[in-house]
């Protein structure tokens, strides 16, 4: 397996237990990501791939459909058969919280290195993870992606997958591409598969309350001291909204659809969807249902679908923030692939 824009690995994770549900074992080859601190927890979990922190602009240096370069060639030596290749390129332009370059971003490119890949290595499977707005991109990245892989003989399906859906206590909808050489995949097939009741905050979280622990892992960061009085407004009113009296001006003064932001988690629902800023409330519902602080970086990767066996090493805060909220919740890669292998 090789996994491109790896992160700290929740992907790698998933395609690893749907080998393990098989009897089978996962080798990791190679893990690519600029990010090199999420590539140590990679490595934590994945110590035999190989990992590199090179831009894939340099793995992959040449355009799609053109001839391959003597880096290409030499990766394709390096790596030799490859029976999957799993990677969710960088999101944030296609982001529905991004109003500024929203589905017009240089980096969106970067979604067409997935194909260069199939082209230069020629992997026997392929699943690509991306917002749903990737397929809204100017450029038509996703619809290119889909193309090439069509015509290299892939045979290739695409849907929307709500993780809730999968038995994740979180509502995140994902688009996912699966396509392989050897049989014709199903989206639909895939989730119906796996498909399971839906899973409150309770059942993910639940059990944290009694965790006595001060590592940073499983402590809330230190809110600012208007944060505190929101949160104590939440609390002291019995609310889950925070009403636009009490939010800053940009909410304040004009009219605005961000009503979770601001708010407070509930346990008998799923969480909504988590994001890299789950330690302060302004950037999503992140307050938790019952104490008056934020989610723990503990409680975010349980959210997320991470179980307590994977390790997050001694990663500072703002790693930890960054690398959950980023992550792909491994039950997705889990089932694309246990459909594939089946």
């Known amino acids: 397996v090789v996994d491109l824009f790896a992160g700290c690995g929740g992907l ?5 237990e749907a080998c393990r549900a098989l009897h089978l074992e996962m080798w990791p080859v190679l893990a690519n990501d600029i990010d090199s601190q999420a590539l140590d927890v990679y490595g934590l979990n994945f110590p035999e791939a190989e990992l590199s922190s090179k831009p894939v602009e340099e793995l992959l240096d040449s355009e799609l459909g053109s001839s391959l370069s003597s880096a290409e060639r030499a990766l394709r030596r390096r790596l030799g058969k490859i029976d999957l290749v799993i990677g969710g390129p960088p999101c944030q332009g296609h982001s529905n919280l991004n109003n500024h370059t929203r589905n017009d971003d240089p980096k969106n490119e970067l979604y067409l290195k997935m194909a260069r890949f199939c082209e230069v290595v020629e992997p026997s499977n392929v699943i690509i993870e991306n917002v749903p707005g990737v397929e809204r ?7 290119r992606t889909w193309q090439r892989l069509d015509d290299l003989g892939y045979r290739l399906d695409t849907g929307i997958i ?3 859906r999968l038995g994740v ?5 994902r688009s996912v591409t699966v396509a392989s050489r050897d049989i014709s995949p199903s989206v639909r097939t895939a989730t119906g598969d796996v498909e399971t009741r ?3 905050l309770t059942w993910a979280i639940g059990d944290l309350q009694e965790l006595e622990s001060e590592l940073i892992f499983d402590s809330p960061p230190s809110p600012t001291a208007t944060n505190v009085d929101r949160i104590d407004y939440l609390f002291d009113e019995g609310l889950y909204e ?3 009296s009490q939010r800053p001006d940009c909410h304040r003064l004009k009219e605005h659809s961000y009503v979770s932001i601001y708010g407070r988690l509930h346990w008998d629902r799923p969480a909504q969807t988590l994001t890299t800023g789950f330690g302060t409330m302004g950037r999503g ?3 938790h249902p019952e104490e008056r602080r934020t ?3 503990h409680e975010a990767a349980r959210i997320q679908f991470f179980p307590d066996f994977f390790d997050f090493g001694d990663a500072g805060r703002t790693l930890l923030q960054k690398i959950i909220g980023n992550a792909v919740p491994p039950k997705m890669g889990y089932a694309l692939w246990l459909h594939l292998l089946r």
Do not use: N, Y
């Open 12 to 16: 790698s994770l998933g395609v690893a």
């Open 137 to 143: 991109d100017r450029s038509r990245v996703a619809q």
């Open 162 to 164: 709500d993780a809730s």
């Open 169 to 173: 206590a979180q509502r995140r909808k």
């Open 198 to 200: 839906e899973r409150d």
């Open 242 to 244: 925070l009403p636009d």
């Open 285 to 287: 519902r992140h307050v």
């Open 295 to 297: 989610i723990t970086p």
